[in-house]
């Protein structure tokens, strides 16, 4: 009778904490529609949805860059859309200048942003600008994607993994992120997009090879396909 009660317990989890959002939002549409409620009022505070699942995925070590992107997006949004910050998001376009100065005086030094390495968790990271990176590892465990204002593309069509599954997280801010895999992988998508979308077309196979990913994409695209075999 324990073991039944506890298994039978929610537990925290994004999917847990996104299920009660959309929930409750469902119910207070249903009672705006027939004014019981004012949705006005409460709708502003929907970036807290983005924070709590920064807070969520901070728990997991592996997880934490995309966290604190989250986190630290829904803050920013949470101002706008509670008019706590008053002038316009698009006022901070200059912000993009001092990111490319950045990244010119860090390339002029020598500095280069990390790959993929082979059977590593490592993150491609693109920041105003494209990426493209080939994996051909036998050993694939996964990895992470940080897209700001840029464009990643991740070929793994000729990986292979030797412990299933392999898991990648992915945080895309103004930006597009498109990964490539050999047809039979299983692709299964665990992506929050807000004001954004994520398009997942592959073709599993039962027992196949699997890639969990993980994710927000805040006014972005992510897009995952299958590449048949005769294409690679």
């Known amino acids: 009778m324990q073991t039944l ?3 039978q317990q929610p537990k925290l ?10 929930t409750l939002l469902g119910i207070l549409l249903t009672l705006d529609n027939f004014d019981l409620a004012d949705a006005d009022r409460f709708l502003p505070y929907w ?5 709590a699942i920064g807070l969520i995925k901070l728990q997991d070590r592996d997880s934490r860059i995309p966290a604190g992107f989250a986190i630290g997006a829904g803050a920013l ?10 002038f316009s998001i698009f006022d901070l376009w200059p912000v993009a200048l001092i990111l490319a100065g950045l990244a010119i005086v860090a390339h002029a030094f020598g500095f280069r942003a990390p790959a993929l390495a082979a059977g590593s968790d490592s993150t491609l990271l693109c920041v105003l600008g494209v990426r493209k990176e080939a994996v051909t590892v036998r050993n694939y465990r996964g990895g992470r994607i940080i897209a700001f204002m840029g464009g990643c593309e991740l070929d793994l069509t000729r990986a292979d993994m030797e412990n299933l599954p392999a898991e990648l997280e992915i945080v895309a801010i103004w930006g597009g992120v498109e990964i490539k895999v050999p047809e039979g992988w299983e692709v299964t998508g665990n992506i929050l997009p807000v004001m954004g979308g994520a398009d997942i077309r592959t073709k599993g196979v039962p027992g196949g090879r699997k890639l969990i990913v993980n994710g927000v994409v805040i006014m972005a695209g992510v897009e995952i396909k299958s590449v048949p075999v005769e294409a690679i």
Not at 13 to 22: L, R
Not at 47 to 51: F, G, K, Q, S, Y
């Open 5 to 7: 009660t506890a298994r």
């Open 13 to 22: 989890s994004v999917k847990f904490v996104v299920g009660v959002f959309f």
């Open 47 to 51: 970036p807290l949805l983005l924070i």
């Open 77 to 86: 949004l949470l101002l706008f859309t509670t008019d706590w910050v008053r």
